[in-house]
């Protein structure tokens, strides 16, 4: 580890540009990994990258704080924004490029165009943050045909999103393959996130709260709690700590709809702190076979 | 002029597949051009195979008549099919591949992404018909993926629609060249439609009503008639041949927004037979100039 060399990645500002290099290279055989990004880049981006630069023969990682995600009122403005440090630590993960345009670049003039899902976009997130995900999927659309990649890196911490990501480029029928990269967290559990860096101390050991109602569940589930009684143990956990529950729930992993048996479930948490917004998600393995009795009948009232 | 030989297009039905076909020609060196139909074939879309065929090596038609660009109660379900007398058409004008897809190759199960434009989309076509535009924007970014193509070749006859075609390709930064060629017309002045088909002969004679509207815009537009004074007239010739008319205007040519001295016009047209509806327009180049004295003041009452 150490500063970045010579060797480090090149800054890209243009889309046309990123993507000649990219078709160059891949004209050239070399397989591409691209990460999506908004800077701020902590150890979760890190692993990103490492594993995208382990799978791939180049990395691209795009950063850009995209305005479109952000609704009236939210952190927009105070997104941390420090490109030197995060290329420094994009050098250390050996990436390739970075591609960091400006708005113009992603929205040109008369820009009037926007990537909208509904499906797994509604409820959560999508709920909590009108807009959010259009935001989302319309940046990320953009940034795919500006970085025509053979595989995109994404971190299980946005959950939904990568739900998002994952319906577009189905329906759309884009030409990219969606790998999802475990949580990375910090010892006490908390989920990496850049917006961990607007914690106040106490709010920041108070944090680790999310973490731990997902440790409950996952122990609860794994002994055969029904799903309301889960939810109700995430929310006494998190409102323990002081942190405002914005949902605490445990749904089907891949629809988000209520979990049926021998499906994959997965609790996600969101709460604040102060006016800090933070989610986490915990994947819950199926339990029960298809064959098995329905435990939603076992155990209802 | 004869019926298909064997060594007619190849028709294929999965976007992958005519996307690695494309892919593979592309990697050969070869330049691709790309006519996106919903079938029913005329003269109109043999100009635009034609025109591929000149200036690429390879042309791909799709044929797909895209439910989500048909409001409710519009004309979906009788919107003629006929693939059969399309290759033909195609086989003389020495297209390569026909992408027919199913609905289901274009629209896979569960679906839940729409391309949304704003700009162009609104006003015309996109009040006539709500939804319109974002059906034909959400199923040219899915052809677009599905055929990686150099060009895309649309009709100057659905002027909007090219607007709002070049909107997204702009917006999403979509790799494609587009070519808007010159609308094909009957004797009388027709333009070519696939609708023209549910004309009844008594309609189908009055139907130049619209062409002959856009005859007169274009001597009143360079003889300096001011834009009310052109719809007005525009308006009457229309309603004279017993078409009713939606909307009769000039506007600029590249934003459909009130038109500025110096700037390329348009006349816009459209009208219902009967239950069947059609529109037409003609360009009218720039008049005056940006150092001349304002036209719309000179001509103010």
Known sequence: MGPATAAGPTVVGERRRIRAEVLAARAAGRRI???????????????????????CDDVVVSIFVNPTQFGPGEDFDRYPRDLRADADLLARAGVR??????????????DATR????????????????????????????????????????????????????????????????????????PDGLAMSSRNAYL?????????????SLERAARLWSEGADVPTIERDMRGAIEARGIA??????VAAESLAP?????????????????????????????????????DREGGA
């Not at 999506?36 to 799978?55: F, I, K, Q």
């Open 97 to 110: 490029w970075i591609y960091a345009p400006d708005a113009g670049d992603i929205y040109p003039p008369g």
């Open 245 to 250: 529950v914005d949902y605490a729930a445990v």
């Open 259 to 295: 979990v049926a048996d021998g499906e994959d479930a997965v609790a996600l948490v969101a709460g604040r702190l102060g006016t800090t917004r933070l989610i986490d998600n915990r994947l819950l393995p199926a339990r029960g076979g298809r064959a098995g009795p329905r435990r």
């Open 200 to 212: 106040a101390p106490d709010d920041r050991r108070r944090a680790c709260g999310l973490a731990e």
């Open 115 to 186: 990537v909208v899902v509904a499906g797994p976009a509604l409820g959560f997130e999508g709920a909590a943050r009108p807009g959010h995900f259009d935001g989302v999927a319309t940046v990320v659309c953009r940034l795919f045909a500006a970085v025509p990649a053979d595989r995109a890196y994404f971190g299980a911490k946005d959950w939904q999103q990568t739900l998002v990501v994952r319906r577009m480029v189905a329906d759309l029928g884009l030409p990219i393959e969606l790998v999802v990269c475990a949580t990375v967290r910090e």
């Open 33 to 55: 990994g691209f990460v999506p990004t908004m800077g701020a880049l902590h150890a979760g981006h890190a692993s990103l990258a490492a594993r995208a630069a382990e799978e």
